[in-house]
């Protein structure tokens, strides 16, 4: 122990500027990838098929084989139009093809069909 305070004892007061000065930098940089990974984990995913053909169709319909979504109480089955208001705001309305077993819902809108995290879903209602 007397060792290591001799050892700090022989340091000037610039290489203790020094030491501290490395020490934000590195401080910095792993808080800043960090926020950019934690950012990355909580932006929204949502998947777009720019094609309405009745083999997309179907194919959506294998890979989200759930036929009912239950959100907050309410139940909305395959086929019904429903109205989805997403954590940041963006609407989507259109038909509901399914949901699948990783939580992503399916959407047919009117020239897309759209797949989007239910995690990162605020409201779901019936469209009019």
């Known amino acids: 122990m007397e060792r290591l305070l001799e050892g700090f004892a022989a340091l000037s007061w610039r290489e203790y500027l020094f030491a501290a000065g490395v020490a934000y930098i590195i401080t ?3 808080r800043s ?13 949502t998947y777009v098929i720019q094609t309405l053909d009745k083999r997309a169709i179907d194919r959506c319909k294998e ?3 759930i036929d009912v979504l239950s959100f907050k109480g309410k139940e909305f089955k395959r086929g ?14 259109g038909e509901f ?4 077993r990783v939580n992503l819902v399916c959407i047919k809108t009117g020239n897309k069909i759209i797949a989007h995290q239910l ?4 409201e779901v209602t019936r469209a009019e």
């Open 63 to 65: 890979l989200f084989p």
């Open 33 to 45: 990838f960090q926020r950019r990974k934690e950012k990355e984990k909580n932006s929204e995913k």
């Open 28 to 30: 910095y940089f792993y």
């Open 80 to 93: 019904m139009q429903i109205r989805i208001t997403t954590i940041q705001q963006n609407v989507i309305v």
């Open 119 to 122: 995690e990162k879903i605020a």
């Open 97 to 100: 093809i399914g949901l699948n």
